[in-house]
T-cell receptor
Framework: EAGVAQSPRYKIIEKRQSVAFWCNPISGHATLYWYQQILGQGPKLLIQFQNNGVVDDSQLPKDRFSAERLKGVDSTLKIQPAKLEDSAVYLC?????????????FGSGTQLSVL | GENVEQHPSTLSVQEGDSAVIKCTYSDSASNYFPWYKQELGKGPQLIIDIRSNVGEKKDQRIAVTLNKTAKHFSLHITETQPEDSAVYFCASFNFGNEKLTFGTGTRLTIIP
């Protein structure tokens, strides 16, 4: 079974630039999550999709972050403009469906450095 | 909102000895508690979990215990091996608001 695919693995940008991350969840997984993991901290949920609808985006800084999941499969997360404090690993995860996120599968993440 | 505290932040254990990581949570409505292992350059991977109607669960060398009254749960790794070296995260999930909250992580180092 193929895992959660993310790209790019690394990205270095200057502050105020834009950046986009891509995620392809495990086939058949209805729920997709984007997490932000700052060095030395646990992952923090940014946004959760159920198919192509947003379930929870309460912690997404909507003035600069946006995400979409067209057709309920792939997803992109965008930051525009980036700030220094956005330096983190951005993790995508997926699970089969609603309810407790049992069997939550994570991708390897995109490490973003904002200079 | 839910707050999950995890300690210690770092733990070094001699190979073959046991390791214990502890977490406390604040939301009494939380009822599912997974543990994740994160190796360098990889995403977290679920290693064991426990629901609130169970006090203990074991899977080979790893076990998790839950004390709902005290709102704390622990991960126990016995007969530690070098491949157990990683960062471990506890988490709590609330069925009501569907939120999964992670602890701050424990970096476990197994000394050969």
């Amino acid at each position: 079974e193929a895992g959660v695919a993310q790209s790019p693995r690394y990205k270095i940008i200057e502050k105020r630039q834009s950046v986009a991350f891509w995620c392809n969840p495990i086939s058949g997984h209805a729920t997709l999550y984007w997490y932000q993991q700052i060095l030395g901290q646990g992952p923090k949920l940014l946004i959760q999709f159920q198919n192509n609808g947003v379930v929870d985006d309460s912690q997404l800084p909507k003035d600069r972050f946006s995400a979409e999941r067209l057709k309920g499969v792939d997803s992109t997360l965008k930051i525009q403009p980036a700030k220094l404090e956005d330096s983190a690993v951005y993790l995508c995860a997926s699970s089969l469906g609603w309810g407790p996120p049992e069997k939550l599968f994570f991708g390897s993440g995109t490490q973003l450095s904002v200079l | 909102g839910e707050n999950v505290e995890q300690h210690p932040s770092t733990l070094s254990v001699q190979e073959g000895d046991s390791a214990v990581i502890k977490c406390t949570y604040s939301d009494s409505a939380s009822n599912y508690f997974p543990w994740y292992k994160q190796e360098l350059g990889k995403g977290p991977q679920l290693i064991i979990d426990i629901r609130s109607n169970v006090g203990e669960k074991k899977d080979q060398r790893i076990a998790v215990t839950l004390n709902k009254t005290a709102k704390h749960f622990s991960l126990h790794i016995t007969e530690t091996q070098p491949e157990d070296s990683a960062v471990y995260f506890c988490a709590s999930f609330n069925f009501g608001n569907e939120k999964l909250t992670f602890g701050t992580g424990t970096r476990l180092t197994i000394i050969p």
